[in-house]
């Protein structure tokens, strides 16, 4: 708990936005991980530093409490750090981590839910429900949208779904495999996830073609 507090105190969001572009030229994920399954602290910490950013922008699609989203990132590296031996398996870090990090908001959110119905206080939280703003550079990835629709698309993004959202979110803005996005969301199958998929884009296409009223 001490390390973790020691590398989020000062660690303002400028430091992390710098520190991010730093570690991107040159982080081999791959390598920090096996390095850091194997006992480094050292690793520990680029890994943490690489990914506080990516990790926290996703809390912000599910919650707008600051203190519950921190909590939870600072738990979930504890939980990792103590099973880092049973972790050498893990093919994508990122993935890893923001299913780890995704199921320890929800898990969180189900508890205050059911503190505030014991206090009669209702059903409502500070869950966004995943409302996301893509950048159009992630958008336009995909050649199927073109620039004029990019900025329709992004005020038409938050009538979608909530899983839509969601793995519009992780496809677009993280650039997560069908795969890796079946396992942090519990999808049955790669199917399942493509076919939303389809489904979201079909959505999308229909509001950037649909002339403002």
């Not at 809390?59 to 880092?84: A, V, Y």
């Amino acid at each position: 708990m001490a390390l973790l507090s020691n590398i989020s105190e000062g660690y303002n969001q400028n430091d992390r936005k710098n520190s991010s572009q730093e570690f991107s030229k040159s982080f081999d994920s791959a390598a920090e991980w096996k390095l850091f399954c194997d006992g480094s602290e050292s690793a520990f910490v680029k890994i943490y530093n690489h990914y506080f950013q990516i990790l926290y922008n996703l809390g912000r699609q599910f919650s707008g409490d600051t203190d519950l989203l921190k909590d939870c990132l600072q738990e979930t590296f504890i939980s990792i750090r103590k099973k880092r031996h049973d972790l050498h398996k893990v093919i994508s870090v990122k993935a890893f981590l923001i299913k780890c990090y995704r199921n320890k908001i929800i898990t969180e959110q189900k508890k205050q839910n059911k503190k505030r119905k014991k206090m009669d206080l209702g059903l409502t939280n500070d869950s966004y429900g995943f409302l996301v703003t893509p950048s159009h550079e992630s958008l336009l990835v995909n050649k199927q949208f073109h620039k004029e629709q990019v900025k329709l698309i992004q005020k038409s993004l938050n009538k979608l779904t909530q899983r839509q959202r969601e793995v519009v979110y992780y496809f677009y803005y993280n650039g997560l495999s069908y795969s890796q996005i079946k396992e942090i969301m519990g999808f049955s199958s790669v199917r399942a996830v493509r076919n939303l998929m389809y489904r979201s884009l079909s959505e999308l296409k229909k509001y950037a073609e649909t002339p403002a009223k």
